[in-house]
């Protein structure tokens, strides 16, 4: 036989049988055993469909990721990417987000989708204060996740039925807390530049109209005259120069001349009587402190103790022109120092707001306090009250580098809703402590009593004061004055009885 037919009679008869024979000997070995092999196969395909399951899940969920961060990046307004953020609960099974804002050492609500309706089990605070927020971990329910910017100045919270893996979605809010508070610092960057540039040629003008040396003086002058009841009054150089004079009523002569010193003027004073050492020495001392200002003008830590006083002086020298704002300030720097604690601002802003609540008005120079007495004014006269917001904060300007109060002067008669002056600001474009020390004056005018009207009482003024909420002032806001609104009416009675008393004594003596 040949080599190619025992090949082809080994590959035809030889090993199949012997393949058969082996294959018949695994299968009578394994057959006791099928079902291992078959469980093993099931285990093998359901590992297999599960790791298919979960890889197809995640490109599910990183597409759904990347279609969100797409739909993120173009759009530039706040309030829609507040939306979007709230929105992207759909994506983790959360129920309902609030957002917060750090203001101070409280996180402020700036938006949520929690409805106030009952049955919701579920409540979103107004403010959360700083120290509190690693403790904020349930509201009814609802489990609460807190994911936050790397600054810590914006934090979103998460409320959901199961625990959310904070670790794994961390770098998602990350981001996208990241580009919103971008978004917001840049819009607030933009608006604080347009400001600027609204106001610098109005803020110049008012300068020029109302502190330059000229009319820096004629406004001492008239102020002096009115808190001392002077007759006439002549501003001249040392020369004998004339540069303004307040006629002398007839029957009033020379009683005395004042040389300012540091200044190249000297002040004759007229009266029908001759004065008294007290009034020669308050109106010296009253000179002396405007020729200080006007020699210090630039040497910051020299004149801002002083200055701050002059303020103060002539603020409460304009109160005492009218018997129905007497205390008017101290009522609203009151007010305003309280709520200002209840929104836990630090030391810093509440000193702010303490001095810039009391100069609030400090702007209201010339007649315009008169106007604020009268049932209806005028459109003229409207005009010019509109403009001692401006005043002010240039009369505040120079104790900036110390004491920024001049934006909440500027400021403080905007309105949350828009509607307010002299710039129509509207929602987070008002600085906080504006908005605080206007619900202060609010509250001041509500309570207080007029010419023309009796003041509400302080429980009338809470519900003016809520009817306000997000119109005039932020909730925030709100919400701080109602929680302590019991203490601020003792503190306000007690500064009402204590004018009564000083009244009722001056009218006995």
Do not use: C
Request: proline share 2%; glycine share 4%; no cysteine.
């Amino acid at each position: 036989m040949s080599f190619f037919e025992q090949s082809r009679y080994f590959f035809n008869y030889v090993l199949p049988d012997i393949v058969f024979s082996n294959l018949e000997q695994i299968n009578n070995l394994l057959s006791p055993f099928w079902w291992i092999l078959a469980i093993l196969v099931f285990v093998l395909i359901f590992i297999y469909l599960k790791q298919f399951r979960r890889d197809m899940q995640l490109k599910y969920e990183l597409r759904k990721l990347d279609n969100y961060y797409l739909d993120l990046s173009r759009v530039y307004d706040t309030k829609e990417i507040e939306k979007k953020l709230i929105d992207s609960i759909k994506l983790f099974r959360a129920k309902y987000a609030s957002i917060y804002e750090l203001r101070g050492e409280a996180y402020i609500l700036v938006e949520t989708n929690i409805s106030s309706q009952k049955g919701t089990q579920v409540a979103a605070p107004l403010r959360i204060a700083k120290r509190e927020v690693d403790r904020f971990e349930k509201s009814g329910r609802f489990i609460v996740t807190i994911f936050t910017t790397h600054s810590k100045q914006y934090i979103i919270l998460l409320y959901a039925l199961r625990e959310i893996k904070k670790d794994r979605y961390r770098g998602f809010y990350s981001l996208a807390l990241g580009y919103y508070e971008a978004v917001v610092n840049s819009r607030k960057s933009k608006g604080s530049q347009v400001l600027t540039e609204v106001s610098k040629d109005t803020s110049m003008t008012l300068v020029k109209l109302q502190m330059d040396k000229y009319k820096f003086f004629k406004f001492f002058v008239a102020l002096i005259m009115k808190v001392t009841k002077a007759k006439g009054a002549k501003l001249l150089t040392k020369k004998g120069e004339s540069v303004f004079e307040y006629k002398p009523v007839k029957g009033a002569t020379l009683q005395k001349t004042f040389y300012i010193r540091n200044t190249p003027y000297k002040l004759d004073y007229y009266d029908d009587k001759p004065l008294e050492m007290e009034t020669i020495v308050r109106v010296g001392a009253f000179l002396d402190m405007a020729g200080g200002f006007m020699e210090n003008i630039d040497k910051n830590s020299e004149m801002v103790s002083n200055y701050i006083d002059l303020l103060k002086f002539t603020n409460e020298a304009i109160e005492l022109e009218n018997i129905y704002y007497q205390d008017h300030s101290l009522i609203v720097q009151t007010v305003s120092l309280e709520v200002a604690k209840s929104l836990f601002l630090d030391e810093e802003e509440l000193d702010n707001i303490s001095l810039g609540a009391f100069l609030h008005d400090i702007g209201m120079v010339g007649d315009l306090l008169a106007f604020l007495d009268k049932d209806s004014v005028g459109e003229k006269e409207m005009n010019l009250i509109k403009e001692h917001p401006l005043i002010g904060s240039i009369m505040a300007e120079p104790i900036s580098h110390i004491y920024p109060i001049s934006d909440i002067i500027k400021y403080h008669h905007e309105r949350y809703d828009g509607r307010g002056y002299p710039f129509g600001l509207k929602e987070s474009q008002i600085p906080m402590s504006a908005q605080i020390v206007a619900l202060g004056e609010f509250y001041a005018g509500l309570t207080g009593d007029r010419s023309y009207k009796k003041g509400k009482s302080h429980e009338e003024a809470i519900q003016e004061i809520k009817k306000a909420s997000n119109k005039m002032f932020d909730s925030s806001v709100v919400e701080a004055f109602l929680e302590i609104e019991k203490s601020i009416k003792t503190k306000i009675e007690k500064i009402k009885e204590k004018r009564r008393r000083v009244a009722k004594e001056e009218e006995s003596s």
